[in-house]
């Protein structure tokens, strides 16, 4: 049976993790603006608060995990004490990596693990987009455990070590999503994915996107009328589910072009078109480009990429993460 939320998740390509052990104490506040990066958090000590522009205030305690996967502002603070609208803010990077927050002397009384990663999917805002805007997860350790071992593989050198981290992010990022309890609330894939009626029909068009899907037939995969099904699978994802399955498709079409698995007629079918005319046209006209230039774009991007190696993978300083509020 498919699974929707893994394959998502691994289209989504997350990469290039930045993570950081981060100590503070007294009054403090941090500011990141929206970058595109996703942003983690795992508490080990004490207590954050959590504000993401537009959304309520989130305390996060020790053993929560916390994550952001949208580009959107927010801010990170300090809850006992609350820090005055007028700090100044101060940070300090020690000699062993760690960052300090706040007072300098004395005892840590928050700890965190905070890290950050990017999409590497041309697709990730639409995919993103799927995704409840934060995560708070409360007292799963094991999710603690993952974001430690990510950290300490950003930091080795041993061999597979990119593989290694993708694969870790893909583990993180599931497993802070399956484990929430408070985001199926929000429109999206998470809510879809439990939802006992919009679920089969969402697990239906993955396990089989080159079916001539209809609104009728994947109704009866819910087994709702077609009109009840419609409304349905509108509030809960957030999108019709027609204009669902023709974002999964080119989804994975885009993602087979990149990849070269295939011929533009090869990949048409395996999409759910009876032609690559028909294919291209619907391409056209949901990216703005053909097939074969969006694979040659690809292709050139990719080689860029490999040029560049390693060096182009650096850690952030605290300042391009998280800056003065």
């Known amino acids: 049976m498919s699974d929707p939320l893994a394959e998502m998740v691994?289209?989504?390509?997350?990469?290039?993790?930045?993570?950081?052990?981060?100590?503070?104490?007294?009054?403090?506040?941090?500011?990141r603006e929206g970058t595109g990066q996703v942003f983690y958090t795992a508490v080990l000590a004490g207590r954050i608060c959590l504000h993401a522009d537009g959304k309520a205030p989130v305390i996060v305690e020790e053993g929560d995990f916390a994550m952001v996967p949208a580009s959107f502002?927010?801010?990170?603070?300090?809850?006992?004490?609350?820090?005055?609208?007028?700090?100044?803010?101060?940070?300090?990077?020690?000699?062993?990596?760690?960052?300090r927050h706040g007072r300098r002397e004395g005892p840590p009384e928050v700890q965190q693990f905070v890290g950050h990663c990017v999409f590497g999917s041309p697709d990730a805002s639409l995919l993103v987009s799927l995704l409840p805007d934060i995560v708070v997860v409360k007292g799963e350790r094991r999710l603690a455990l993952v974001a430690e071992f990510l950290r300490e593989e950003a930091r080795a050198g041993r061999p597979a070590r990119d593989v290694m981290l993708q694969r870790l992010l893909e583990v993180l990022i599931i497993e802070a999503l399956r484990s929430t309890r408070d985001t199926a609330t929000s429109p999206g894939l998470l809510a879809g994915l439990t939802d006992d009626r919009v679920a089969p029909a969402i697990r239906r068009m993955h396990e089989a996107?080159?079916?001539?899907?209809?609104?009728?037939?994947?109704?009866?995969?819910?087994?709702?009328s077609r009109s009840a099904f419609?409304?349905?699978?509108?509030?809960?994802?957030?999108?019709?589910?027609?204009?669902?399955?023709?974002?999964?498709?080119?989804?994975?079409?885009?993602?087979?072009?990149?990849?070269?698995?295939?011929t533009v007629a090869e990949i048409?079918?395996?999409?759910?078109?009876?032609?690559?005319?028909?294919?291209?046209?619907?391409?056209?006209?949901?990216?703005?480009?053909?097939?074969?230039?969006?694979?040659?774009?690809?292709?050139?991007?990719?080689?860029?990429?490999?040029?560049?190696?390693?060096?182009?993978?650096?850690?952030p300083s605290s300042q391009e993460t998280l800056s003065p509020a």
């Open 209 to 224: 996107p080159a079916k001539a899907w209809t609104v009728t037939a994947l109704a009866k995969e819910a087994a709702l």
């Open 10 to 31: 691994m289209l989504l390509a997350p990469e290039a993790p930045f993570s950081k052990l981060v100590h503070c104490a007294g009054p403090w506040r941090v500011r």
């Open 73 to 99: 502002g927010f801010t990170v603070s300090s809850v006992d004490p609350v820090p005055p609208a007028d700090l100044v803010f101060t940070t300090a990077v020690l000699e062993d990596g760690t960052i």
């Open 268 to 315: 048409a079918e395996r999409v759910g078109y009876g032609s690559a005319s028909a294919f291209s046209t619907a391409f056209v006209r949901h990216t703005g480009h053909s097939p074969a230039r969006f694979a040659r774009g690809s292709r050139t991007e990719t080689a860029e990429g490999l040029s560049l190696g390693s060096a182009a993978r650096r850690e």
């Open 230 to 262: 419609f409304a349905r699978f509108n509030r809960v994802v957030g999108t019709p589910p027609m204009e669902y399955l023709l974002n999964w498709r080119m989804t994975l079409a885009k993602d087979y072009l990149r990849k070269d698995q295939g």
